[in-house]
């Protein structure tokens, strides 16, 4: 497991963009694909809305996916492994990098073929609280036709990431702008945010 969180900040060091190819297990991903299809069947999906609380607003011309959170009142035994995972992980980041994590919030994803999210940043200008967003791919077999990549802007470099399952991401949310290609076929994830409400 360390092994993974050592992925995860030692490649976030090195380009801002944090890559663990395992984060999670094949037996993990796939439970929660299986999960997230079963949430999906029974239309318990809603459509993802742009800002917070305060300002939420849809437009299915800047992000088209459908979102379910995830929530420990679910008591979903494959939801909650996953919540052991990320408190793992930020047990070990606040403990190796002094980030002062304290909280943090994660939605199932689901991308039709498509669907797309037009660049963004993940940060809310009335609230810094997300400090660091992290993605978890559901999707085994991708192939490069099928579209659906995350793309990474900086300032002299674009980077592009298939959303393979298994595969985590991390970066920090006010720092990166970044955006989903369309999509040719279904595409899943667990998406969320790391957050200091110091």
Not at 101 to 125: A, M, R, V
Request: glycine residues 6%; charged residues 20%; aromatic residues 12%.
């Amino acid at each position: 497991m360390e092994n993974s969180f050592e992925d995860l900040i030692a490649t976030y060091i090195e380009n801002k963009v944090g890559i663990s190819e395992q984060f999670l297990s094949a037996d993990l991903a796939n439970n929660l694909k299986q999960n997230l299809i079963a949430l999906n069947q029974k239309s318990l999906l809603q459509a993802a809305g742009i800002g917070n609380s305060e300002k939420l607003s849809y437009d299915g011309a800047i992000r088209s996916d459908s979102i379910y959170w995830l929530d420990k009142k679910h008591n979903n035994a494959f939801e909650n492994q996953f919540f052991a995972q990320i408190e793992a992980f930020i047990l070990y980041l606040n403990t190796t990098c002094y980030a002062g994590i304290t909280g943090y919030e994660f939605h199932y994803s689901l991308y039709e073929p498509g669907d797309f999210y037009l660049k963004h940043l993940d940060q809310f200008k009335n609230n810094p609280s997300r400090k660091f967003s992290m993605i978890s791919y559901l999707n085994a077999n991708w192939e490069i036709n099928d579209g659906g990549e995350l793309v990474i802007h900086q300032l002299d470099n674009l980077q592009k990431i298939s959303p393979t399952q298994g595969k985590t991401i991390f970066f920090k949310s006010d720092e990166l702008v970044h955006e989903v290609l369309v999509t040719q076929k279904t595409r899943m994830s667990i998406t969320g945010w790391l957050k200091s409400d110091l």
